[in-house]
């Protein structure tokens, strides 16, 4: 088993910054990907950024160039750094990390980010 807990988020004007961190703990040896999902109101959760063991990214269209995802290994942390936010990033953000083989997800329970305009 793998436990998630993001922490970071909040309310931001448009333009502004946030980072998002997320604690990984109990079975993280068996953990290969880690992720950022985000769920806005009335939407489909979406991914927004992943990395894996090896350190390769990969973003949804809508934050690159915006959005840095990083992951410390050593203390079991994934980090989303979240730059130029627009009214359109709002939405609860969960962590997600995934195991090889990929038998099941495991999800944190979220942090809001709330960018006003």
């Known amino acids: 088993q793998v436990q998630l807990v993001e922490s970071g988020g909040g309310l931001v004007q448009a333009g502004g910054s946030l980072r998002l961190s997320c604690a990984a703990s109990?079975?993280?040896?068996?953990?290969?990907?880690m992720a950022w999902y985000r769920q806005a109101p009335g939407k489909q959760r979406e991914l927004v950024a992943v990395?894996?063991?090896?350190?390769?990214?990969n973003y949804a269209d809508s934050v690159k160039g915006r959005f840095t995802i990083s992951r410390d290994a050593a203390i079991n942390m994934v980090y989303l750094e979240m730059n130029s936010l627009k009214p359109e990033d709002t939405a609860v953000y969960y962590c997600?990390?995934?195991?090889?083989?990929?038998?099941?997800?495991?999800w944190g329970q979220g942090t809001q980010v709330t960018v006003s305009s």
């Open positions: 109990g079975s993280t040896s068996s953990i290969n990907t």
């Open positions: 990395i894996t063991r090896g350190g390769t990214r």
């Open positions: 997600n990390a995934e195991p090889w083989p990929p038998t099941r997800q495991y």
